[in-house]
């Protein structure tokens, strides 16, 4: 009988050619977004590559998932440009990485990832729709060629300053260069094509993945406009800048450590707890997405991710790389390129490693405007105009939660604007329980009068209130409580008021409930002077 280790090496290696392939198609799509979310971030370029080495080398094992794949994410960007401004260097911004990592793995243990299914599809949306709004406009400075230090952070439109109008763009149009502009033009263009239907019918190109295409159209238009056209010339600064190493030694003495003494500031640990939250939510939906995903449809444990996730943030922070979460792009490329197991996730974490180690003067020829191209893409898949006509089709209950919680964002940040949203849409949670709690039908003389819920609380008392005032003498009400288990005593007390009261205006009232419903109709059959008629007379 074979044992644990021979069955784990004989599954991994049934599947190895194909998990070698899709692991290749995922690195080719993890690279520039690895590359293009630190660009974002302001973190240096090293920084997303590390999150997504960790994430394929070191989660991919930890994770249940054999399909889902790991690595920085935009979803965080706004966390990670307002928590380094916040903290003030780039070491004490990891160093609250890692301690997220630490309250992931906590909150693992605690069996909270189940928590996530109680936050509202309005709220979750609504913030994806606000980091792609935020995303787009903050690429808007690259795509022009206007480097970060070339303006000021008042002119930056970030919505983690004070300004936050597109008429701060205003003054930097002046510094325009020509160059990027093409390239982020041309590459955005690939990209919207890399989606049309021709491409995804030919048996070549499909194999190609946008985002591969949109460098590789970068690469080409900034060699030749700079060789060939002086106008549309590239500065140096408009090219991606890792580090290039000659000695693998040379990589180690790269990392930056965590600057472990900001732990003692509130403001650290505030940040920490917010990555481990918005990176717990992110990770927990792109687990589900990728459960439906999976031809195999293998269930994964959510509070196993949790703990995965958070080895995963702990290592990136100590090694200095961006917060991770599982990503639903990677991982969709992963499984549409047939991806069977972990090995496919931990391939790519493989050549990621190796293309910094010695590709690195290759990967610099990237302009930074291709990137911002890739950005945009993203940031306009996660807000497009179809999501806020889907949203408003749902109804108000789904609605305003939805737009709360982007303009919260937008005026605060992502977490005082996902809390804003969610006491929003608790509050359409209640209304529509109180909603529906209690009805009442009347037909002709006939009432019906009906709870619907198995707990009634004291917040339906003012519609009770009402449809008994609305019965009118000389009819029949029946009282049907068989679904309701618990009925607040305060409206006990308000139906038999109501008793007391029924056989002064001719009313009669039959009763159909609960042990408590039942003592109230013995004791209202026992008073003669109130019995109510019997269904057959």
């Known amino acids: 009988m074979p044992g644990p280790l021979q069955s784990a090496v004989s599954f991994y290696g049934r599947h190895l050619r194909q998990d070698v392939l899709a692991g290749t198609v995922v690195f080719f799509v993890a690279l520039p977004l690895c590359l293009g979310i630190a ?10 590559i590390l999150a997504g080495i960790v994430g394929g080398l070191v989660v991919s094992w930890a994770s249940g998932s054999h399909v889902s794949v790991s690595g920085p994410a935009a979803g965080l960007i706004v966390i990670v440009i307002d928590a380094m401004a916040t903290l003030g260097s780039f070491e004490a911004f990891v160093a609250a990485v890692a301690l997220a990592g630490v309250i992931q793995f906590a909150m693992g243990l605690l069996k909270a990832g189940t928590l996530s299914a109680y936050i509202p599809s309005s709220v979750i949306s609504g913030m994806l729709a606000a980091i792609g709004l935020i995303l787009i406009f903050n690429q808007i400075p690259t795509v022009f060629g206007i480097l970060s230090e070339d303006y000021t952070h008042d002119e930056r439109i970030d919505f983690s300053g004070e300004a936050r109008s597109l008429s701060t763009m205003l003054p930097l149009l002046d510094r325009l260069a020509m160059g990027p502009l093409v390239t982020a033009a041309l590459s955005l ?4 094509l890399w989606e049309s239907r021709w491409i995804r019918n030919n048996r070549w190109l499909s194999l190609v993945p946008g985002a591969v295409a949109a460098v590789g159209i970068g690469i080409a238009c900034a060699w030749l406009t700079s060789a060939k056209l002086s106008l549309l010339s590239f500065a140096p600064d408009h090219f991606v800048a890792l580090p290039v190493f000659n000695h693998p030694q040379e990589f180690m003495d790269t990392l930056v450590l965590p600057q472990w ?40 444990s959510s509070n196993r991710e949790l703990q995965a996730q958070g080895i995963g943030n702990l290592v990136s922070g100590c090694i200095g790389g961006l917060p991770i979460t599982a990503v639903i792009v990677r991982t969709a490329a992963n499984i549409a390129a047939g991806g069977q197991t972990k090995m496919a996730s931990f391939v790519h974490g493989c050549l990621l490693l190796i293309a910094v180690l010695f590709a690195a003067r290759s990967i610099n020829a990237i302009p930074l405007a ?13 807000t497009k105009p179809a999501l806020y006509k889907k949203a408003y089709q749902k109804g108000v209950d789904y609605w305003a939660p939805f737009v709360t919680t982007i303009v919260a ?31 009442m039908t009347k037909t002709d003389n006939l009432y019906l009068l009906r709870f619907n819920k198995d707990n009634i609380s004291f917040l339906n008392k003012p519609k009770l209130v009402q449809f008994l005032q ?44 609960n042990k408590d419903f039942s003592l109230l109709s013995e004791k209202w059959s026992n008073r003669a002077d109130h019995r109510p008629a019997s269904p057959a007379e």
């Open 409 to 439: 964002i937008l005026a605060t940040d992502l977490l005082i604007g996902m809390l804003i949203g969610l006491g929003v849409g608790l509050l359409f949670v209640v209304h529509a329980d109180f909603r529906s709690a209690v009805t």
């Open 261 to 300: 003494s900001a732990l003692l500031t509130a403001d650290l640990w505030l940040i920490a707890l917010t990555i481990a939250i918005v990176a717990s939510i992110e990770s927990l939906l792109s687990l589900e997405a990728s459960v439906k995903l999976d031809p195999h449809k293998r269930l994964v």
């Open 39 to 48: 660009m974002a971030c302001g973190a240096p370029p090293l920084a997303g």
């Open 370 to 382: 291709a990137l911002a191209a890739i950005l945009l893409h993203v940031g306009y898949k996660l």
């Open 470 to 513: 609305s019965v009118t003498p000389d009819s029949t009400v029946l009282l049907d409580a068989r679904r309701a288990s618990f009925i607040d005593p305060d409206l006990m007390e308000l139906l038999e008021d109501f008793l007391a009261s029924a056989a002064e205006r001719a009313i009669v009232v039959t009763i159909k409930g």
């Open 189 to 192: 263009a690939c990209l919207i």
